[in-house]
Structures are given as structure tokens and as C-alpha cells.
């Protein structure tokens, strides 16, 4: 014998999901840290380029940056030139 249990959409609003399409999305990495449109990301800024790289040693895509294209088309030239001159480590810190 299984009961079912049944939630009404307010009851749901306050679960804080968006049900079946998962938990609402925070704001994108840029927003976060403030980068304007008009930012211009330097290599030699490891701490900026941090935020942008994922556990794993990768670079956060586009749509979770939140970043334009020219944005992260710079984003990701910077991340690799300071990896080459080991200012950011090329794999993460879960290896």
C-alpha cells in the first residue's frame, strides 16, 4: 500500500524548485564578480582567471560565464598564456 502525495504550484513555489525543470539558476560568474561589458582580462591576473576555471582544470563555457563572445575569446587566451608561464595550473586540484 504507497500513498501519493500530491503539491499544489504554491506549494511548490516554495520548495524553491522550478519542478520537473530543476532548481532556479543564480546569477552567471561575470554578474557575480561585477565585469562589465568593457573589461579587458590580463594574464598576468591569476585571480581573475580562477573564478572562470572549473575544478577539473577546465574553462567555464560561455552560457555559465555569462560572458559575449569576445569576452570569453579573450578569457580563454589569457587562462592559456598564464598556464604557460605557470601562473595557473593546467589540471585541477582534484587530480
Do not use: N
Request: hydrophobic residues 30%; charged residues 30%.
Amino acid at each position: 500500500m504507497t500513498t501519493t502525495t500530491t503539491t499544489t504550484p504554491e506549494e511548490r513555489d516554495d520548495q524553491g524548485g522550478d519542478g520537473a525543470r530543476g532548481a532556479r539558476k543564480g546569477k552567471r560568474l561575470a554578474g557575480r564578480l561585477g565585469i562589465g561589458p568593457d573589461y579587458v582580462f590580463d594574464y598576468k591576473d591569476p585571480q581573475t582567471l580562477r573564478y572562470f576555471v572549473t575544478e577539473r582544470g577546465r574553462i567555464a563555457p560561455q552560457r555559465i560565464s555569462g560572458l559575449s563572445s569576445r569576452q570569453q575569446r579573450q578569457l580563454a587566451q589569457a587562462i592559456k598564456r598564464a598556464r604557460q608561464i605557470a601562473l595557473l595550473p593546467f589540471t585541477g586540484s582534484e587530480l
